[in-house]
């Protein structure tokens, strides 16, 4: 018996029969079925592995954001969303998200960047008008609009400079 178990191993380890690996797309999937569930240290799991085997793929850093986000963890989920929007900058959500982190963190500036868009222009805008109106935030969802806009509210309403 442990003979045959042997040659059989050692058969399996000449043809070179590895265990399958899946592909990141299967990771995508699976981590997001998991966070939709409300799993999220599986889901976690799912998209390092994801992001491991494809570090294109912007929305695998997304839903890790936005999981740390859920755990209270800042530093890492705006470490995630900078990571996806290196990947691919036109994504206006995570623009705005990006800008509430950065002004958790008091880096005004950098909010400001990502309310108003990629130009960084520097002419007076207030910072609510930025958040309403800048071209990144146009395509964010009400939650989303709502809660920047009450948080752009605290900001300056002639100009941005007498805010620093």
């Known amino acids: 018996m442990i003979q045959a178990v042997i040659i059989s191993v050692l058969l399996l380890a000449c043809t070179g029969f590895a265990l399958p690996r899946h592909s990141w797309e299967f990771y995508y999937e699976k981590g997001l079925i998991q966070y939709r569930a409300g799993m999220y240290t599986d889901s976690m799991l799912n998209m390092e592995l994801c992001l491991d085997a494809n570090p294109r793929c912007y929305k695998a850093a997304n839903i890790l954001a936005g999981v740390y986000l859920k755990k209270q963890m800042k530093l890492k989920a ?22 509430v982190l950065y002004e958790f963190f008091i880096q005004r500036d950098l909010a400001f960047k ?8 520097t002419r007076a805008i207030s910072g609510l008008y930025a958040a309403w109106r800048g ?7 009400p939650g989303r609009r709502k809660r920047i806009l009450s948080r752009a509210a605290t900001w300056p309403s002639r100009n941005r400079e007498r805010f620093y």
């Open 114 to 121: 990502h309310f108003h868009g990629r130009s960084g222009s």
């Open 78 to 99: 705006k470490d995630y969303y900078e990571t996806s929007l290196h990947i691919k900058d036109d994504q206006a959500d995570i623009h705005c998200e990006l800008g």
């Open 135 to 141: 071209p990144f935030c146009k395509g964010m969802t």
